[in-house]
């Protein structure tokens, strides 16, 4: 792990193309010292609010704060919300002259009130309808447009529209042409769509709900889990997240490569997923191999994971931990 510190340095400037939903993660936070006389509720007093990107946006943040040159590809809303979510990911160095503004679909927004380390509530903003032929078209020329730039392409699902199987079918077919590895942090509801994707990352839910299996009880049936993913996919290689049990590495022809846990202190699990999958495509981009491409993503998201609220790791951060 120590010999992988160095290689840190060479996600400096790398462009890698983040695809997917992007939405607003707003935190209000306060303290609860009584209940409210209207109804059986927690008065929350506020005392912080913060505004962070959430989705392909946190991916995108990921990779900046590491150092690459991530080039965002998505959707916001005309709105206040999607204009101050562009202008923060452009202070933090990202590329997101390729994002799309759509009037008919405001920016997605969640909102989480907490109480010290407890969440209240989240309410969330979003329109569900599909995604219409032509703002569809619009993603895929602005995707297109900008692929050749990139050392690589990472989708990120969270299942509000973005990845459709139009999309999937157009960036996968560019992407191989063209010679560019496919990174894809899933949702369970698309999960057969990824097929012929060079990495998968689900987390254990997400694996084995996506296949349909019965929830592994021992490290064999997970790595059952992964062999049949694999084999169901013909994906090039999955790697299961498993919170507090670290990372499962599956690949064609090669025996599983479990790597623990390095999380000492878990504040907050949000995003840890984002930091997984940017870390990944990252070190790939940068001709790091798939295992240690692994080992540094499970570093970083030990680091993150200690974290409140939808966080980076800094390059000394993730050289500290490995």
């Known amino acids: 792990m120590t010999e992988l510190a160095p290689r840190v340095k060479s996600f400096q400037g790398l462009p890698v193309l983040v695809v997917g939903d992007l939405m607003v993660d707003r935190y209000i936070r306060g303290a609860v010292s009584r209940l409210s006389p209207e109804a059986p509720v927690p008065v929350v007093d506020v005392q912080h609010e913060e505004f962070m990107p959430g989705g392909a946006g946190n991916v ?15 959707l916001v809303g005309e709105d206040s919300d999607g204009e101050r979510l562009l202008a923060t990911l452009r202070d933090r160095g990202v590329d997101v002259s390729g994002v799309v503004s759509d009037a ?63 999309l999937l079918k157009s960036v996968l077919g560019w992407a191989h042409r063209q010679g560019k590895l496919v990174t894809v ?107 240690d491409a692994a080992r540094m993503s499970n570093a970083a998201a030990g680091v993150v994971v200690a974290k409140l609220g939808t966080a980076t790791v800094s390059p000394a951060e993730l050289r500290k931990a490995l």
């Open 185 to 291: 942090d899933p949702k369970i509801e698309h999960f057969l769509s990824y097929r012929g994707v060079d990495c998968i990352t689900p987390n254990l839910k997400e694996a084995t709900e996506g296949v349909r299996a019965f929830p592994p009880k021992t490290d064999d049936e997970v790595d059952e889990l992964g062999r049949r993913i694999l084999r169901r996919l013909r994906c090039h290689s999955v790697l299961i997240t498993r919170s507090e049990r670290g990372m499962s590495l599956y690949r064609e022809s090669k025996p599983p490569l479990h790597i623990p846990s390095q999380a000492r202190e878990v504040f907050d699990v949000t995003g840890a997923g984002d930091t997984v999958i940017a870390t990944l495509s990252l070190a790939l981009a940068g001709g790091v191999s798939l295992a």
């Open 60 to 74: 995108a943040a990921n990779m900046a704060a590491l150092g690459g040159r991530p080039i965002l590809v998505s």
């Open 104 to 166: 008919s679909r405001p920016t997605i927004l969640k909102t989480r009130v907490l109480a010290g380390h407890q969440q209240v509530v989240r309410f969330d903003r979003e329109n569900r309808a599909a995604f219409p032929h032509g703002l569809v078209a619009r993603i895929l020329a602005s995707v297109k447009e900008r692929l050749s730039q990139a050392k690589g392409v990472v989708l990120s699902d969270y299942g509000k529209g973005m990845v459709s199987a139009r």
